[in-house]
């Protein structure tokens, strides 16, 4: 029996499962679901097969900080669900559209818009995604007030896809697309303050942040989590004068934040 079970734990560190592959398997799931996939490709043996070697995975390697697992997870989710809508606001041009244009390459040509916002928030949430999972590294448990920070954080991600569709739809018009770069802005310096005030509520209390977390680190986050606020804001102003100016501003940022804070391997 007792080799058995050494057999098994064996098996599942070859496959680690945690929470958040199982709360991705069950987004995953509902979107092949209503898409019809799941019945075309047999996917449903597939998802309980996962769901058998998850639960042998949880007994065998139980979660010793199940908040911040959670957490993490559910604002995976968040993440995940929100930059795949960005790809919605492209729209496959219609008939009328490809006679208009005279062809398809034209049709997809005049789209430009639509491919700049897709490609501008894609990498802004993916950067502001790979912060988030940086952020709560350093975190070894929440509480209430975390929670609720985050959850201000997660409704301005989620948020980003309308703004991002403003844009595309104004980009090309010289009379609308300042304020609907402004109005992006917004969007954008709102998900920097959400971010300044979950890390400042988790930075305030020693107890929260691990043990082992370098000082050094902690300066970084702060400081450029600060100058990103700023930036933003800043970005948002220069719209006025050139929206170009403020979107490479933006990008400009998030490319700072893709870097790593950290000065070494250890935290």
């Keep these: 029996m007792e080799q058995d079970s050494a057999r098994q734990a064996e098996d599942v560190t070859i496959f680690p499962i945690d929470a958040a592959t199982i709360f991705a398997s069950n987004l995953w799931l509902f979107i092949l679901l209503h898409l019809g996939i799941c019945r075309r490709h047999n996917l449903s043996a597939w998802y309980i097969r996962l769901h058998a070697t998850a639960d042998l995975a949880l007994k ?157 680190g902690l300066r970084a986050i702060t400081r450029r989590y600060a100058l990103t606020m700023l930036g933003a804001v800043v970005a948002t102003g220069l719209a006025v004068l050139n929206v170009w100016v403020s979107l490479a501003i933006h990008l400009a940022l998030y490319a700072v934040n893709a870097r790593s804070e950290r000065t070494s391997d250890s935290h």
């Design 60 to 216: 065998n390697y139980p979660m010793t900080d199940s908040n911040t697992v959670r957490l993490e997870a559910f604002s995976d989710g968040v993440f995940a669900i929100a930059i795949t809508l960005l790809v919605l606001e492209i729209k496959v041009p219609s008939a009328s559209e490809l006679s208009q244009a005279h062809g398809l390459w034209p049709a997809l040509a005049e789209r430009w818009p639509s491919y700049v916002g897709f490609v501008a928030s894609f990498f802004i949430v993916g950067v502001m995604w790979t912060n988030h999972h940086a952020l709560i590294e350093y975190l070894r448990r929440v509480d209430r007030r975390l929670l609720l920070a985050n959850l201000f954080l997660l409704m301005g991600v989620s948020f980003l896809p309308y703004p991002t569709a403003v844009l595309a739809q104004n980009l090309a018009n010289p009379v609308t697309r300042t304020d609907a770069t402004v109005f992006y802005g917004i969007a954008l310096a709102f998900n920097s303050l959400t971010y300044n005030v979950l890390w400042w509520l988790g930075r305030s209390q020693r107890t929260l942040i691990e043990p082992d977390v370098h000082d050094l």
